[in-house]
């Protein structure tokens, strides 16, 4: 492989890792914090594909679109919580498996009653159609640069909210003791539906900045929840820092797997997998 | 028997920082009760969990009988002949009285893992389990969801379970936790009666029960052992008492 | 990972009696029902195998599996493969393989999903399972996406004596009839033995059996080979009634489903798997065949109303039909073994 085509495939690796981490940031919060498992999770990155397609379609662009798409997702997390997940904080595992699962059925005829069962395409903006020549013929598109650097902001944001704000300190003392978090005055209750609403809206912004490249299609989300699952498990589950090396590795190893050996392309990552929980049963950075 | 059932050697568990239990050495004997005093926090439960297993210990040794069981699971070094108990009652509430002791003894069976056959056809785990309920005066709640019995016979099962498995060695963690003057009248008779062919190591903030029961006295502050000796030895030395039993004698 | 819950292990008389007459109906049922539906009862049949297995991984032992359909599917593609292409296989031995092949890679895979606990185990066993289902969707040589075809039921034959034709719908529905009693009465069996209670005591207090001595991932792992083996039974008998395997049997769809048998009939006691899958199928059965109402076609968004269902099943009936019953069996008695 050259120096170029090495080039490319990192840049692929490192973009689809940052779309994995922006899953898998959320699915460990809400882990973390709430002990709620999700599997509804990819109908999450979906809704924002879908809203991506439908929005821009109306609106004529593509950022106002991400920016109306990441307000009403929000929004959607705030009901979905206050409506459904909170009952089930409590609850056994298997109860929110089910419960979780339920909804990936409902989300996907809801889709399709919205939005109907076709493939669609969704444009590049122009500015950001440009390609960067790196050979005499081959380049690299611009987009997936700007996917990178909206993950990269993003994930730097949550990392600023996390370490260095109020917000973040309350979210960190809930997640650590709950009672005594409550008993000090933090609202527990909002606690949760901030971080809920977060982690929808990571997911369904994920769903938005990839549109244009996936394209928008009925159950898309399953693919990426198995993967973003597969981070969480690899990374440990409540560990952000954990599911952003997590989903570097599984950027890696996938991307470059499929290249050099396109017979086990699909099974890489689930040996990659194995091979860490026979070395650390509870992921790389357990909480 | 002139070796020690279970010793310990410098056993020291660290946290980040924080020595929980540091360079510890203790050893039980047979026919003896030794008993493990100090205030809370004094990192007592941390020195069960590394003699038992449950936690691994950053340095020191253990020794059960002539074997060394340091780093040991808790599962294979039950199977040597340790049992505990646990300060926070650790049975099965669903199951009755019965089938948490039988249980318990069936752990001990070579055929536990035949599949077809009834499992309360097995007479040798019955009697061991049976002969377990008698001696903490269990019998008559055999049938009793164990949810449902009171504080100080779920405690008196923890004792029943943790003989049923015929160890050599017993770690009870404050069995007399939350009992009544009754109660625990009770459970040190039970002891008293289980102290012969055993070697127990027995934690208790219940100081009349400590100083009825114990052959010797180990007392831990602050993860370290400040003092060990005979209960004479350990009333008379002004350092314990300064620390720790000036406010424990009302 | 779970409560300290305990399961409706000894069935009330009331429940069963009315097993009894369930059997009693089931054996009847052929004389009267048309072959569309004795097909649908043996599917019923087969999938109350398949949720029973998974019981003595969820209800018995407490392992929350969402990767149990790989074993189901995995035995239908060993018929499918072992099925020569012009003329029958022999039952007698390959239902043992195929079986055996379940078996062993829920031994595999267990080898690795076994030591992790909770929500671990959960999601590295729908991890798995995708990648089964990945393996096969992406590779023609093992069918692809199409999936396999089994052009012929396995023969019955003995040395030129044929004691029975699976072709026959009757036989077959008697054959899963007899299939599913066997393995409920050893999974019964199983349950009572010196096995099973260790099995029961993992559920309710896994620490304190490895404090009491019990290798419990030992355990654990012959619990998810066994239970693999079986779903391989109910795969195998899927094979042989549709004649077709698809990736698709094998995804974690089809595990959670199986899930959802074994908590709407109530878990841990195996008849409330039967139950759970009865009825899961039946409801399936129903809303995929509603009506047209005015413009919409309700019957086309079934998986709407499947999801409906499942959230509501679960939001107020979390322990299923037998629990419920046992509840009210308990309003009054105080029997010391007959809880939930």
Redo the contacts between chains.
């Keep these: 492989m050259d120096l170029a085509n090495f080039l490319i495939q990192l840049l692929n690796s490192v973009q689809y890792g940052l779309l994995l981490f922006m899953l898998a940031a959320g699915l460990t919060l809400i882990f973390g914090i709430m002990g709620v498992v999700n599997l509804a999770h990819g109908s999450f990155y979906m809704l924002g594909a879908y809203l991506a397609w439908s929005l821009s379609a109306q609106w004529g662009s593509l950022s106002l679109a991400i920016i109306g798409g990441a307000a009403l997702s929000v929004l959607f997390g705030v009901v979905l919580e206050w409506l459904l997940f909170r009952h089930f904080y409590k609850r056994d595992h298997l109860d929110q498996v089910l419960l979780t699962f339920g909804l990936i059925y409902v989300f996907e005829e809801l889709r399709s009653i919205l939005w109907g069962d076709d493939v669609h395409g969704v444009a590049i903006p122009d500015l950001l159609s440009a390609s960067i020549p790196l050979t005499d013929n081959l380049s690299y598109p611009v987009y997936r640069l700007f996917i990178s650097g909206v993950c990269i902001a993003l994930a730097l944001g949550l990392y600023l909210l996390i370490s260095k704000t109020r917000l973040g300190m309350k979210i960190r003392a809930g997640a650590f003791n709950r009672d005594m978090a409550e008993s000090l005055g933090v609202n527990i209750k909002r606690i949760h539906a901030v971080v809920f609403a977060m982690g929808v809206a990571l997911a369904a912004v994920a769903g938005m900045i990839a549109a244009p490249i996936s394209s928008v299609y009925p159950n898309m989300g399953s693919q990426v929840l198995i993967m973003s699952f597969v981070v969480v498990v690899i990374g440990g589950i409540g560990s952000v820092r954990g599911a952003l090396i997590s989903a570097m590795l599984v950027g890696l190893v996938d991307t470059f797997g499929k290249v050099l050996l396109p017979q086990m392309a699909g099974m890489l990552v689930y040996m990659l997998m194995a091979a860490v929980l026979l070395w650390k049963p509870e992921g790389l950075f357990k909480q | 028997m002139s070796e020690a059932l279970l010793s310990a050697k410098n056993l020291t568990k660290r946290f980040g920082g924080l020595a929980a239990v540091n360079e510890v050495s203790v050893a039980i004997w047979r026919n003896q009760i030794h008993a493990v005093i100090g205030p809370n926090g004094a990192g007592k439960s941390t020195l069960t969990h590394l003699l ?1 297993g ?1 936690l691994p210990a950053t340095s020191g040794t253990v020794t059960l009988g002539r074997r060394d069981v340091t780093g040991w ?3 294979k070094i ?2 040597q002949g340790l ?2 108990s646990y300060q926070k009652t ?7 009285v019965w ?1 948490n002791v ?3 003894s ?4 070579p ?10 056809t ?1 007479e040798a ?1 019955n009697a061991r389990a049976e002969r377990a309920l008698e001696l903490c005066g269990l019998q008559d709640r055999k ?3 164990a949810g449902t019995i009171s504080h100080g016979e779920q405690r008196q099962l923890e004792i029943a ?1 943790t003989l049923a ?1 015929g160890p050599k060695v017993l770690l009870l963690d404050e069995p007399l936790a939350g009992m009544g003057a009754l109660e625990a009248e009770r459970m040190v008779a039970l002891l008293q009666s289980i102290k012969k062919d055993h070697g127990i190591l027995l934690i208790e903030h219940d100081m009349d029960a400590v100083f009825a029961l114990a052959d010797q006295l180990t007392v831990m502050v602050n993860g370290q052992v400040i003092a060990s000796g005979t209960p004479a030895e350990i009333r008379a030395d002004a350092g314990v008492q300064a620390a720790y039993l000036g406010e424990e004698q009302t | 990972m779970s409560t ?3 399961n409706l292990e000894i069935l009330p008389r009331s429940v069963q009696i009315a097993l009894a007459v369930g059997l009693i109906a089931l054996a009847a049922f052929p004389f009267a029902g048309t072959e569309f539906y004795i097909q649908m009862v043996t599917r019923m049949m087969i999938m109350a195998i398949f949720a029973m297995s998974l019981d003595l991984l969820q209800g018995v032992t407490g392992l929350v599996s969402l990767g149990h359909a790989v074993y189901f599917g995995l035995a239908g593609y060993a018929l499918a493969f072992l099925t020569p292409q012009g003329e029958a296989l022999s039952l007698w031995w390959s239902l043992p393989v195929a079986v055996l092949a379940s078996g062993l890679a829920a031994l595999v895979i267990g080898f690795f999903v076994v030591r992790t606990q909770g929500i671990y185990f959960i999601m590295v066993t729908m991890a798995f399972a995708q990648m089964v289902f990945y393996l096969f969707f992406d590779n023609k040589v093992l069918g692809g996406s199409d999936g396999l075809y089994i052009n012929f039921k396995p023969s019955a034959e003995v040395a030129g004596w044929v004691p029975f034709d699976l072709d026959n719908k009757l036989t077959l529905y008697y054959f899963t009839l007899g299939a599913m009693l066997l393995v409920y009465a050893f999974l019964r ?2 349950l ?7 099995l ?2 993992i559920r ?2 896994e ?10 991932i030992g355990y654990k792992l ?1 619990a998810f080979a066994l239970a693999g083996a079986l779903a391989g039974l109910a795969g195998y008998l899927w094979g042989t009634q549709t004649g077709y395997i698809n990736p698709e049997l094998m995804g974690f769809h089809m595990s959670a489903h199986a899930l959802m048998m074994v908590i709407l009939g109530g878990m841990g006691n195996f008849a409330g798997a039967i139950v759970g899958a009865f009825a899961f199928e039946y409801v399936l059965h129903v809303f995929k065949d509603l009506p047209q109402l005015g413009s919409v076609n309700l019957g086309k968004h079934w998986q709407l109303w499947m999801g409906l269902f499942i959230v509501l099943v679960v939001t107020f009936a979390p322990r299923g039909l037998l629990g419920l019953l046992g509840r009210v069996k308990r309003l009054g008695k105080n029997k ?2 007959s ?1 939930e």
């Design positions: 038992s449950d699971s808790p599962e039950s199977r049992g505990r650790n049975i099965f509430l669903p199951f009755s089938e039988r249980l318990a069936q752990s001990r069976a055929h536990a893992s035949r599949w077809l056959s009834r499992a309360i097995f785990i049938n009793s969801i379970m498995t | 300290q819950k305990s069996r199983l009572w033995s010196p096995f099973g209670r260790a029961a005591g309710v207090n620490h304190r059996m490895r404090a009491m001595g019990f290798g419990t012959a010391a073994v809880h």
